[in-house]
């Protein structure tokens, strides 16, 4: 009894010490009211009696009341790629300050898309947050953000990275049976910028009429354009060559003849 001890928060602002005995009871025994902070976690308290000492760990939570999307909601990016902003949300308690500490899972609900981060813990400032990449689906998308009961939604959008495909050269020609058309058909493929699109893949198929493909598909330069050569097949009449790209397509109409006399 009477043995002076002394207290020490290790971990500060998670919890602090209202108030604490300065010396032992009776029976040996100390003593301290602790007030939990505003930082959820491990916490830690140390009392020191002569050259003894013990250590109490603690756990804080602190509850989430809501949870608020800060940023990158309403984003869009093409098949593949990366949205621009991470999406954050903010975690806070009933008096509308920020929990920190608090786990966030960031769930796809629907449409094509991967998340960097599935489980994210929230910061000093309450904040959690995860990276997106676009699938190779376009449509939209919806990622759901929750804590405990709370949850909010991002909506995001996966464009194609083509918006237009225009016929440029090749249309309305005509050729003997048996004999290659003039000109090679030439598309071209631009995305919602109006820049010439690249690397992307054309297909290009005879849907009426009788003709074979020089190639079936070919890949835009950096031009934005794709071609193919059309060779007229042994019966005369209208030739249809659709080319197609994503979901946009152009059909060349082109005419087959009969050969004129000897």
Do not use: H, M, Y
């Not at 890949?219 to 197609?244: E, I, K, N």
């Amino acid at each position: 009894a009477g043995e002076p001890v002394t207290w020490e928060i290790v971990t500060p602002g998670r919890v602090s010490i209202v108030s604490s005995s300065s010396v032992t009871d009776n029976q040996g025994r100390a003593q301290a009211q602790v007030r939990l902070g505003s930082v959820g976690g491990a916490a830690q308290i140390r009392l020191r009696a002569g050259n003894a000492e013990a250590l109490f760990n603690l756990n804080v939570i602190i509850p989430v009341s809501s949870l608020v999307a800060i940023s990158g909601n309403g984003q869009s990016a093409r098949l593949n790629q990366d949205f621009a902003q991470p999406l954050v949300v903010e975690a806070r308690d009933g008096a509308g300050q920020p929990v920190a500490g608090a786990a966030v899972t960031f769930t796809v609900v629907s449409g094509s898309a991967t998340v960097g981060t599935a489980t994210a813990t929230t910061g000093a400032d309450g904040r959690a947050s995860t990276t997106v990449t676009a699938g190779s689906t376009a449509g939209a998308v919806v990622i759901r953000a929750s804590s405990g009961a709370f949850s909010v939604n991002f909506n995001l959008t996966v464009t194609l990275p083509v918006a237009s495909i225009t016929k440029i050269q090749g249309d309305g020609q005509s050729a003997v049976t048996g004999e290659n058309f003039a000109a090679p058909l030439v598309v071209e493929l631009r995305n919602d910028a109006g820049e010439p699109v690249s690397g992307a893949v054309v297909t290009f198929t005879v849907t009426g009429g009788a003709a074979t493909l020089g190639s079936a598909t070919a890949t835009t330069g950096a031009d934005g354009r794709a071609s193919t050569t059309v060779r007229a097949g042994a019966s005369a009449g209208p030739v249809a060559v659709q080319a197609a790209a994503f979901t946009f397509t152009v059909t060349f109409n082109l005419t087959v003849v009969p050969p004129g006399p000897v």
